[in-house]
């Protein structure tokens, strides 16, 4: 049975299903699709269209399809997503977690307070992200991989100097690889599978499979033993 809060605002052609749970305040935008046993907590804003001023580089649409969350998943209070994004089964999505436009997030996955994720972003199964997190746009997250707390990602090494053009991709996490609490990851460099990158490392070039790197900037200081290696 749903239980919908009389102060929730649910625009047209939204489609529920069973089993959904909407609490205080929540805003669901046009054509939204929910699945079976959502829960969706206070201030939720769901399917959103991005947004633009003659100042912004890069430029947006609003030819998106809606958004999509998959059953079972669970939104805490103040989550934000966009027009164009799609969550998979079972995830839960922290507090004040923000993803925009074109992203997908696949199933049985936590990101956890503050997470923001940015345009075009892809993340895979069981994936795990802590407090205060930023996933920069055009970035692949592989399954299993663990990105601890206050981690950053960028994607345009002129910092924004030479305007929006193709090369601003930002970095690749293969499956099973770790990242450090704090850590900053470049632009257009790749995490190797079951790679480790240390706390606070500023990772500036590609991370090889099976690999532990630490410092400023990283540099391989040793394999990753046996007992440490997942899957």
């Known amino acids: 049975m749903e239980i919908i809060s ?3 605002v649910i625009h047209g ?3 529920l ?3 959904v749970i909407i609490h205080d305040f929540v805003v669901i935008y046009p054509d939204t ?3 079976d046993n959502v829960e969706i907590y206070d201030g939720c804003v769901l399917g959103k269209l991005p947004s633009s001023t003659s ?3 890069r430029s947006v649409t609003s030819e998106l399809p809606p958004l999509i969350i998959g059953e079972g998943s669970v939104l805490c209070a103040h989550v934000t997503l966009y027009r164009g994004t799609a969550i998979g089964q079972r995830v839960l999505l922290g ?3 923000s993803l925009r436009e074109e992203c997908t997030v696949g199933d049985e996955c936590i990101l956890s307070r503050n997470v923001s994720v940015n345009y075009n972003t892809k993340i895979g199964n069981r994936v795990k992200v802590m407090d205060n997190t930023h996933l920069t746009g055009n970035m692949v997250i592989e399954d299993d991989v663990f990105i601890s707390a206050l981690v950053c990602t960028t994607n345009d090494n002129q910092i924004g100097r030479a305007g929006w053009h193709d090369k601003i991709v930002g970095p690749v996490i293969r499956q099973y690889a770790a990242i450090g ?3 900053n990851l470049l632009p257009n460099i790749t995490i190797g ?3 480790i990158v240390g706390a606070s490392a500023v990772v500036t070039k590609d991370v090889p499979d099976y690999k532990v790197v630490m410092g400023i900037p990283a540099k391989i200081i040793r394999d990753v033993k046996a007992e440490e290696r997942r899957g």
């Open 181 to 183: 609490g704090g850590a």
């Open 17 to 19: 299903g069973k089993n």
């Open 6 to 8: 009389k102060t929730a």
């Open 13 to 15: 052609n939204v489609k």
């Open 55 to 57: 100042k912004s580089s």
């Open 95 to 97: 507090d004040n977690c």
């Open 33 to 35: 699709i929910i699945g």
């Open 193 to 195: 599978r079951n790679a």
